[in-house]
């Protein structure tokens, strides 16, 4: 008999340039069909403070500044998805960070390419663990 599942939250967020591009509905779409169940979807316009605590990991980094203009240049739809081993399960489900060889089938592979900006414009976020996932998601959502 194997364990019962451990469900996992992972939070997800379409970033401007998925939200402007209109592939929100599509980005969940895949979520949905790889079984994984929406827990809350929220459009927000962020923050520069809620971006730099966000991306606490990236401080110093030379991307940090324009990945934080970039974030902030329209709304987000921000998500909590739930499932078993789901924040490995987006992540696979997204691809790739760089779109321009993100394998084709994932998200990032599939609908992104490089634009030649500022910084790489790649659709969706996802926790990289369960640490990430715990502090990113009361970041977003405080009354989850
Ligand atoms: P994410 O956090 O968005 O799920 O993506 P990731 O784990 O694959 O990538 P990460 O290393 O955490 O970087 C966060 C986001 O910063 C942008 N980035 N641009 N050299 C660059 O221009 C560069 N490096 C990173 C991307 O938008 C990346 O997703
Ligand atoms: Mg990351």
Redesign the pocket.
């Known amino acids: 008999m194997t364990d019962a599942p451990v469900q996992q939250r992972t939070l997800v967020?379409v970033?401007p340039d998925g939200v402007r591009r209109s592939l929100a509905g599509e980005i969940l779409r895949r979520i949905e069909a790889k079984g994984y169940t929406l827990v809350a979807v929220e459009l927000r316009q962020a923050s520069d403070e809620l971006l730099a605590e966000h991306?606490e990991?990236?401080a110093g980094?030379p991307?940090l500044a324009?990945?934080v203009e970039?974030m902030g240049s329209g709304p987000v739809l921000a998500v909590v998805v739930e499932g078993h081993r789901a924040i490995e399960g987006f992540?696979s489900l997204?691809g790739?960070?760089d779109p321009t060889v993100a394998a084709p089938g994932t998200i990032r592979g599939d609908l992104g390419r490089d634009w030649g900006l500022?910084?790489?414009?790649?659709l969706?976020?996802?926790?990289?663990s369960e640490e990430s996932a715990a502090r990113e998601i009361a970041l977003w959502f405080p009354a989850l």
């Open positions: 967020l970033k991306y990991e990236h980094k991307f324009p990945l970039f992540r997204a790739a960070t500022k910084v790489i414009q790649n969706v976020h996802g926790s990289d």
